[in-house]
């Protein structure tokens, strides 16, 4: 709860710190050496480590500890007033992704207390701008590359399998992330005196949005899945074992279909995504006025997969917008451009984008990790990619280093949205698993 209370924005600078002071503590409490990994301009990744003598193997947990930005308007209680309530505490970062940290904390105890040791050497990263898209991360690997040198990362975040069974992820996704503005008067104007006559931005945006995706959610820009890199016969028969959790997730959700062409949803995470997470024109609710907008923005997230590079994903997006019609600018067009063309868009790529990441289900040491994490949590699910985006190639291509994602956090945990929460069962249920794979 005390760590639930610090405002965790990778953007507010001093609240970031005082996260970084109070994870260096729970460590430390703990016997654990640490100390902060700087770069300039960024939040500290918190690094621990504990030495076990004959150490077969060295293992680093990864997590992070700040969350995503937020509208404190939305929640039911104040986001950084963490409240238990049915079970489940509810905070930011409850679930994604200081519970983690917690669990492993409170296993380290546990496991002192039982006596049984440590059969690797520990490491702990623990991130401070994963929400912000990790801009500083592939930085702080470079420069700490013999520090953090080992046999594999184990990613701490994420959720388990809706069927609440325990499951290990070998990949994630990656993303890229482009913004759209489309023009229209110079100025807003009013829809009775201009309307069936000025364009619409709001309505070209809609249209130039609607292109891109047909009524079965498959992306229709030219090229899109090009590059996919096939899952093994030991990932497709993973996913083929998976628990089909889709009837009842869509009772759960209260959706009449889905897309997908009748594909389930642990088919569809092995596929790149496009999905529109911000539109707006002009104003909204009780300030919406009737004018025809001057702007209509939009923002996507684009969901990559092992063999699609982001910058490809985002060039393949911008051809597909010229098909279209649309004259395409980088910054805020003036009077000459949008009078020389009919329909003009502003596209920004935004920073911080990266790929995909697998790792194969039959390297000795992904066999290790799933013997391990089901002699604490029983049979698990397996599968070769997470929904969710990790920056896990950064550790791959710069550490040299495979990656295997352990999550705790329960599936409804609202993560990334308002009353974000963790329930205490899979708090409780983390700490048996990280115990087990501490002693691994």
Request: include cysteine; hydrophobic fraction near 40%.
């Amino acid at each position: 709860m005390d760590l639930l209370a610090i405002p965790n924005l990778a953007s507010d600078g001093p609240n970031i710190r005082r996260n970084a002071a109070a994870v260096s503590a729970i460590l430390e409490k703990r016997g654990v050496k640490t100390r902060l990994l700087e770069v300039p301009n960024a939040p500290p990744a918190v690094f621990g480590e504990i030495d076990s003598p004959d150490a077969a193997r060295t293992v680093v947990f990864y997590a992070h500890y700040d969350g995503q930005p937020l509208d404190p308007k939305e929640w039911a209680t104040p986001p950084w007033q963490p409240v238990l309530r049915e079970g489940r505490v509810y905070a930011r970062s409850a679930s994604d992704d200081k519970a983690p940290i917690i669990a492993i904390a409170t296993a380290l105890d546990a496991l002192h207390a039982s006596g049984i040791p440590l059969r690797a050497n520990i490491k702990f990263v623990f991130e401070g701008e994963e929400e912000a898209g990790s801009p500083h991360l592939a930085s702080i690997l470079a420069k700490y590359k013999d520090l953090l040198a080992s046999d594999v990362w184990l990613i701490c975040d994420g959720p388990v399998h809706p069927s609440r069974r325990q499951q290990i992820v070998f990949g994630a996704r990656g993303i890229t992330t482009v913004d759209i503005t489309i023009y229209g008067p110079k100025r807003e104007l009013h829809s009775g005196h201009y309307g069936n006559w000025a364009p619409n931005p709001a309505m070209m945006l809609a249209r130039l949005l609607a292109s891109m995706k047909d009524d079965d959610g498959r992306v229709t820009i030219d090229r899109f899945y090009d590059g996919i890199q096939p899952l093994s016969e030991t990932e497709r028969r993973a996913v083929a074992e998976a628990p089909d959790v889709d009837r009842d997730l869509m009772r759960e959700l209260w959706l009449g279909s889905t897309e997908g062409g009748g594909k389930k949803l642990v088919e569809l995470l092995n596929l790149p995504s496009l999905n529109i997470r911000e539109m707006s024109a002009a104003r909204t609710g009780a300030q919406a006025s009737n004018v025809i907008p001057a702007t209509a923005t939009a923002s996507i997230d684009i969901r990559l997969v092992k063999g699609i590079d982001h910058d490809v994903a985002a060039r393949r997006m911008i051809d597909h917008i010229r098909k279209q019609g649309y004259y395409v600018v980088e910054r805020d067009p003036d009077a000459q451009t949008r009078l020389s063309h009919a329909k003009v868009a502003k596209v920004i790529v935004e920073p911080g984008g990266y790929n995909a990441a697998r790792t194969s289900m039959d390297l000795p040491i992904s066999q290790l990790v799933l013997r391990t994490a089901e002699s604490a949590r029983g049979p698990v699910v397996k599968l070769p990619t997470m929904g969710g985006s990790v920056p896990l190639y950064m550790i791959e291509e710069i550490l040299h280093a495979p990656t295997i994602t352990v999550p705790i956090a329960n599936h409804d945990n609202n993560q990334h949205s308002f009353d974000e929460n963790i329930r205490l069962e899979n708090l409780w249920d983390g700490i048996d698993l990280l115990a087990a794979l501490l002693a691994m």
